[in-house]
């Protein structure tokens, strides 16, 4: 019953449970009903792999957003991958050769 209180009824099959801080535990607040596919997606260390399912399209996003002043993390958390993934992009040391 508590569960069910805290998470809802799962959304479909194709939906796991996942933490919305890589960092904390598996508590109200936390967790988060997701697509499996994009769950996979992520890489074990924590951190988003931004080669699964980004474009250049999203590079050009990552910037814009970054010029109106939004933080890494609310960028991420926009775009679906971690505020790290947003950081290696703005320091150019993933997806250069978009910018």
């Known amino acids: 019953m508590n569960f069910l209180s805290d998470m809802g009824v ?15 535990n ?12 994009d ?17 250049e399209r999203d590079i050009k996003v990552v910037f814009d957003l970054s010029g109106q002043g939004l ?8 775009l679906g991958v971690h505020q ?3 950081s290696r992009i703005l320091n150019k040391k993933n997806w250069d050769h978009v910018v």
């Open 26 to 37: 598996y508590e109200p607040g936390n967790c988060e009903w997701k697509l499996k596919f």
């Open 71 to 78: 933080s890494q993390r609310e960028i991420g958390r926009r």
């Open 39 to 55: 769950n996979d997606s992520e890489a074990k260390t924590g951190s988003r792999n931004p080669n699964t399912h980004f474009k």
């Open 84 to 86: 790290s993934t947003i």
């Open 10 to 24: 799962r959304p479909g099959s194709e939906y796991v449970i996942s933490r919305k801080e890589d960092t904390g």
